[in-house]
């Protein structure tokens, strides 16, 4: 971007890996001309290792982070969410911009929100207004924290923009701006297409799984429940898991091995994951961001959690709330072809990171003018 000295310094905060396909629609957006501000991007440390965050940003576009704080996760979500906070807050004192932008609900994007709204710095959600009712999910207290102490609201269908105004947020600090996630993939998809399945794959001859949710992987028992329905599934089609880490590390913990038919991956980069993902007849998961690929992939999407802060996926049709126990009746229906087409959303159009970049110019602008 040219003139960047001069131009507003917008920090776009990345901790973990789901992070970085929605800030990616907003990079690229804000790279077309005329530049509205420098955008930097500020890696807290939460995902470090390759898999799950560097070779995303080669596969996204993205630049290698400007900003590295070094925060690595664990430790509980007390000591990750104040060792970032600690550092967010050193870095801003230091070198302190314009507005920070952060992508969805990990405790990196709390922490980040928290120390820049406490330094009087603006704060942007992309991806507000989720809910998904259940507060036992740290992931639902952390976004609705942030949605109340942020300035700019980008919610991904008018739906949840309504919600937000709803619950008593200024309307012009709210835009509905549609699904970044769907603008990365449609960006992708042709690239991530084009990659070598694992061997031994063929196109429609295997489902995906993704599990790493704490209710559904921390403790013995439900993780035993769901391997077992995995297993019930196999029988009907072999499922393929890219291990999350946190999944993995509790298998060993627990002494549970993937049942057969269920054939374990290392975690994949952004393009190879979505190729998998393109060329799968079915997905198994608990990850909010797979619910939304899969429904722009139009693929069925079987979602093992009792409720989702993406409902919008529900009514699209081809995205279901399934029990462990229900879960290979789901598989034969889907197989069957008794499952429903994925309907159009209306905003998951590939344009959210345009009508984000709108928003932002406005509000920088309307800041310029005031001071």
């Known amino acids: 971007m040219g003139g960047g000295d001069r131009l507003p310094i917008v920090h776009l905060v990345a901790a973990a890996r789901p992070n970085l396909p929605k800030l990616a629609a907003l ?128 919610a991904p269908d008018a739906a949840t923009a309504d919600r937000l105004r709803a619950e008593g947020h200024p309307p012009e600090a709210v835009r509905a701006v549609g699904n970044a996630m769907i603008d990365s993939l449609r960006r992708a998809l042709p690239a991530a297409r084009a990659r070598p399945l694992p061997e031994g794959l063929a196109p429609g001859g295997y489902g995906v799984v993704t599990l790493h949710r704490p209710a559904n992987v921390d403790a013995p028992t439900p993780l035993a429940r ?15 898991w890219p291990l999350h880490p946190r999944t993995r590390a509790r298998l060993a913990a627990f002494g549970l091995a993937l049942p057969p038919g269920v054939r374990a991956l290392p975690p994949l980069g952004y393009l190879d994951f979505l190729g998998l993902l393109a060329r799968a007849r079915l997905v198994a998961t608990d990850s909010g961001g797979v619910q939304e690929e899969a429904t722009g992939l139009d693929l069925p999407c079987l979602t093992l959690r009792p409720s989702t802060e993406r409902p919008v996926t529900l009514e699209a049709g081809s995205n279901r709330l399934v029990a462990p126990e229900g879960l290979a009746a789901a598989v034969a229906r889907a197989l069957a072809g008794d499952w429903p087409r994925a309907a159009p959303i209306p905003l998951w159009d590939g344009r959210a990171g345009a009508r984000m970049r709108a928003h932002l110019a406005e509000f920088l602008g309307a800041a310029r003018a005031a001071a």
Request: charged fraction near 20%; aromatic fraction near 2%.
């Open 226 to 240: 769901l391997l077992a329905a995995l297993g019930e599934a196999a029988r009907r089609l072999p499922l393929v």
């Open 27 to 154: 990079w690229h957006a804000l790279a077309e001309a005329p530049p509205v501000c420098a955008p930097r991007l500020l890696h807290t440390g939460q995902h470090q290792d390759p898999a799950m965050f560097g070779a995303h940003l080669a596969d996204l576009g993205l630049p290698a982070p400007h900003i590295a704080l070094g925060v690595a996760g664990g430790g509980g979500h007390a000591a990750t969410t104040g060792r970032t906070l600690i550092a967010c807050e050193d870095e801003w004192r230091a070198r302190r911009p314009a507005l920070v932008v952060v992508a969805g609900d990990v405790d990196g994007a709390l922490a980040a929100a928290l120390a820049a709204r406490k330094l009087g710095i603006p704060v942007a959600h992309l991806e507000a207004g989720l809910r998904c009712g259940d507060r036992a999910m740290p992931e639902e207290i952390n976004r609705r924290a942030v949605d109340a102490i942020s300035d700019l609201l980008w």
